[in-house]
């Protein structure tokens, strides 16, 4: 054989050009493997970390407080105004005065834009009342008992395309016609007037120290709206002779009335049937010491807001009991001020209002959130009158010296605070606080309830029993896998499992929310009964086993002994599902949701049970697949040198191989929780989608990510519902980056631990 040289070698000499460009070559493409990787690592990092101050930048807003700017601040001929209304353009105000005149005016000027002519006549007014906000509508009582209601409105057009032009009116709902309100002829000291859906109400205290109430409905012809008639009911409330009436509210739906007296009481009265008044309440609401300096109502006009002479103010709202019976309840207070209440004015489209005090402090609050956002004096005067548009971004006030003051107002998300997200919220008509979810209604005064809680429950909730389902199985099923089972047949398993991780999740919740949840609840005895049964039957196979000569049992090769399983598997599941309807009716009367209901167990179809069967198969390959690796990676002198010393497979198994494969198995069931957090369909088309906090495995929930998918679609951009929205994300991504690298953390111990075994 030709020895090798130099001369005759194929490969080219060291110092030689051709083996220089190689190396050269070679070390370009180690460089620019190192900058790839280290860029793709980098990148990774960075695009974790602009996800998190991107979510981050969108739920800041939420938490800032109220903050308020003077646009205008003027001299006025308006004096001695009563009642102030301004539009949702903050440019056109109104003005109510004792002495009967209504003034629109521009807002920033003052200038009087309209002064209309009411029809008072001769009348001698000696009362102003106005209803709510939402409606624009006043009333003015008379000495002889009677009284006009009008109502406030605005004509915009665009006649020129861009320009905006605002023209003011003033309507009659009940036409021009003076309505006698007190038949007796007595001057209303107090009048609350409330028109809504052809529907008049009057509710007024005569000088004779009685409350009479007149409500009248309008009829309109068929073919003629102008031409209509008026259809009256009227019923009085006897006070008693130290009852002295301070304050008087009628609810917008002309269902309720609340009286405030000197003494501090509250009367609550049902007025749905006007003809006879019944009082359901009188409740002591301030103590002794402490007046009550103003009435008025939230909107929606459930809560009416207490303001007291010591600066508090007092939500109170009726409960229903169990016997269906209503009480008022104090539900919360605001004592950030601490001089009287003079003016509340709630907004028009949340649950907010801002309050006037005798020394010109202005505060803001919203009630939802439990939230004071803002105190600051805005007006020098003790009696000044108030408005907010009905934007909640504007204020005109004006004192009786005529000085008018128009500010802007920047509150975007007053009903968001911690309160509101993660504790107990007392909600308008609940009969307790709750953790409740509800972010939208086909109600304009609807109460959004923003509470985080139920979703990251039901996330915990869906993990918790995807991980019961997925871990044992995965895990055991690795262990045999990778140290019992024969290679070929190893060949086989092991794929077969990785392929079930392409299944698409979506498909799986479909399945599970229109098959197999119908089916768990047709057949729950035979559910139950595979659940308890298929160990034992297990168990006692693998007791047998051992039991059969041996002979017999070496005719089955080495790693094969699982499949002795399969049929004992199909075998306890055909069993148990055809005997589901006789257990069903031996033991659950032929019904054994109902059953279960009746015991105090709620029952939903799509249920936990059904999500932690479904979800626990969507986790089990990801498991399964890292856990055997880990352990099938396990070096093999371990394991040799452990049997040589005399140690039995499950030894060996236990004490040498679990632990060293530890790491790899922890990081297996992380990965694993943290795609039971993240997940989406299943938990979307399985679950019923009910946010409620119940650990009940036959009720469902809602989680993080599937309210994110759901709602986001429908969420006002910049709107409280859209930030919650992604604060949702924020704390899901939070929990997965805690929960990872915890992990991570306890997987290098582990690592450190057992490496050197």
């Known amino acids: 054989m030709l020895e090798q040289t130099a001369d005759n070698s194929v490969l080219p000499a060291a110092d030689s050009p051709v083996a220089k460009r190689r190396r050269a070559w070679r070390g370009t493409k180690d460089r620019l493997a190192k900058h790839a990787v280290a860029f793709g690592g980098i990148s990774v990092i960075l695009a974790i970390v602009l996800i998190f101050f991107y979510l981050l930048y969108v739920v800041m807003p939420m938490f800032q407080g109220a903050d308020i700017e003077t646009k205008a601040d003027y001299q006025s001929e308006i004096s001695e105004s009563r009642y102030l209304s301004i539009n949702e353009y903050n440019d056109v105000a109104v003005t109510v005065n004792a002495d009967g005149r209504v003034r629109f005016f521009e807002s920033e000027t003052g200038e009087t834009m309209y002064e209309p002519d009411l029809p008072i006549a001769d009348n001698q007014i000696s009362s102003v009342g106005a209803g709510s906000n939402t409606t624009g509508v006043f009333g003015y009582g008379f000495e002889n008992g009677s009284a006009l209601v009008f109502q406030s409105d605005y004509k915009v057009t665009y006649p020129e395309g861009t320009t905006r032009v605002i023209v003011p009116k003033v309507e009659y709902p009940l036409g021009d016609n003076i309505v006698k309100v007190d038949p007796e002829g007595q001057a209303l000291t107090l009048l609350n007037v409330q028109s809504y859906d052809d529907q008049t109400t009057f509710a007024a205290l005569t000088a004779d120290n009685r409350v009479v109430l007149k409500s009248v409905t309008k009829e309109e012809d ?37 009286l405030a007296d000197d003494k501090g009481f509250i009367h609550y009265y049902d007025v749905k049937n006007t003809a ?19 009435l008025e109502f939230l909107t929606g006009g459930i809560s009416i807001l207490v303001g007291r002479s010591d600066g508090q103010i007092d939500q109170w709202f009726p409960v229903r009991d169990k016997d269906n019976n209503y009480t008022l309840h104090n539900v919360r207070s605001f004592a950030e001020q601490t001089n009287p209440i003079i003016a509340i004015a709630p907004e028009q489209s949340r649950k907010g209002f801002m309050a006037l005090d005798n020394q010109g402090e202005l505060g803001i609050y919203h009630t939802t959130a439990q939230r004071t956002l803002m105190v600051t ?17 504007g204020i005109i006030a004006v004192t009786p010296e005529g000085n008018i003051t128009l500010l802007d107002v920047e509150n975007e998300h007053p009903d968001i605070s911690w309160h509101s997200l993660w504790e107990k919220v007392w909600y308008e008509s609940r009969d307790k606080p709750e953790y409740i979810w509800q972010s939208s209604s086909a109600s304009s005064d609807f109460e959004p309830k923003f509470s985080l809680s139920p979703l990251t429950f039901g996330t915990i909730k869906a993990a918790f029993y995807a991980m019961m389902v997925a871990v044992p199985l995965a895990i055991m099923g690795a262990i045999f896998t990778a140290y019992f089972m024969s290679p070929k047949m ?46 034992l039957m297990i168990i006692l196979t693998a007791w047998g086993w051992t039991k059969l000569p041996r002979q017999w049992r070496e005719r089955i090769p080495d790693g094969w002994e699982a499949a002795i399983l399969i049929p004992i598997v199909l075998l306890v599941g055909y069993v148990s599902m055809s005997a589901s309807s006789t257990i069903e009716i031996w033991l659950f009367d032929g019904n054994m949701p109902m059953f279960l209901n009746q015991i105090g167990i709620d029952f939903d179809q799509r249920n936990s049970l059904v999500v932690g069967l479904v979800m626990g198969f969507a986790v089990i390959p990801t498991i399964f697949s890292i856990t055997e690796d880990a352990i099938f990676g396990v070096p093999k002198h371990l394991t040799i040198g452990s049997l040589a ?12 191989v679990l632990l060293t494969a530890s790491p790899g198995i922890f990081s297996a069931v992380m990965i694993g929780l943290g795609r039971a957090v993240g997940e989406t369909m299943i938990v979307l088309m399985a679950t019923g989608n009910t946010p409620i906090m119940d650990f009940n495995i036959f009720e469902g929930f809602r989680a993080l990510s599937a309210n994110i998918a759901v709602e986001m679609p429908e969420a006002e951009v910049n709107s409280s519902h859209y930030r919650v929205l992604f604060l949702a994300a924020l704390v899901l991504f939070m929990a997965t980056f805690v929960l990872n690298t915890v992990a991570e953390l306890v997987r290098q111990r582990l690592r450190n631990k057992y490496s050197s075994l």
């Open 645 to 656: 010393l005399g140690a039995t497979p499950w030894q060996t198994m236990t004490r040498v």
């Open 490 to 535: 190893r060949t086989l398993v092991k794929p077969t499992i990785e392929i079930m991780e392409a299944l698409p999740t979506v498909i799986l919740g479909f399945l599970a929310g229109l098959w197999l949840a119908p089916l768990v609840e047709d057949n729950l005895p035979g559910v139950f009964t595979i659940i308890f049964m298929l160990p």
């Open 222 to 258: 068929f073919l003629d709206n102008t031409v209509f008639t008026l259809k009256e009911k009227s019923a009085q409330i006897t006070l008693g002779n130290s009852d002295k009436i301070n304050h008087l509210k009628l609810d917008i739906n002309q269902r309720e009335l609340y």
């Open 377 to 393: 004096k805005v007006v020098e005067s003790d009696q000044a009158v108030m408005a907010i548009s009905p934007r909640a971004n």
């Open 276 to 294: 006879q008044p019944r009082l359901i309440q009188k409740v002591k609401a301030v103590p002794s010491s402490v007046d009550i300096t103003s």
